[in-house]
């Protein structure tokens, strides 16, 4: 089980799409799912995703719904302890989970950490 859930809700993220799970794959914390929720995409999200080579990666096809219904049913398929949302058109430093994981750990008693 992955210590990370990350889910990334994608609707027409052609442009963007593998730069943001270029991002998300150069995390210094190595432990984590890869979510991504094709919403519907109508461009060559889909495509793209699939030349990905990750184990980590998965992805999940929905008809269009929206943002809010993606990260839904992102979440319904988490494994990991914690979740955390990476839009598709985003990047993250490299060391984001890592640090946000250790504050986390550090104050048990704090619900979230966000940047």
């Known amino acids: 089980m992955p210590v990370i859930s990350v889910v990334i809700p994608a609707y027409n993220a052609a442009r963007t799409i593998l730069d943001t799970i270029a991002s998300a794959q150069q995390q210094t914390f190595a ?6 929720i094709n919403d519907g995409s109508t461009d060559r999200t889909l495509e793209l995703l699939q030349t990905v080579q990750d184990d980590r990666l998965q992805v999940f096809s929905y008809r269009n719904g929206g943002v809010a219904i993606a990260r839904d049913h992102g979440i319904a398929k988490c494994r990991g302890d914690f979740i955390t ?10 060391d984001k989970l890592e640090l946000q994981l250790v504050a986390l750990r550090t104050h048990p008693e704090a619900g979230l950490a966000y940047s």
């Open 85 to 94: 949302f990476l839009d598709a058109d985003d990047m993250w430093t490299p």
């Open 31 to 36: 432990d984590f799912e890869l979510i991504v």
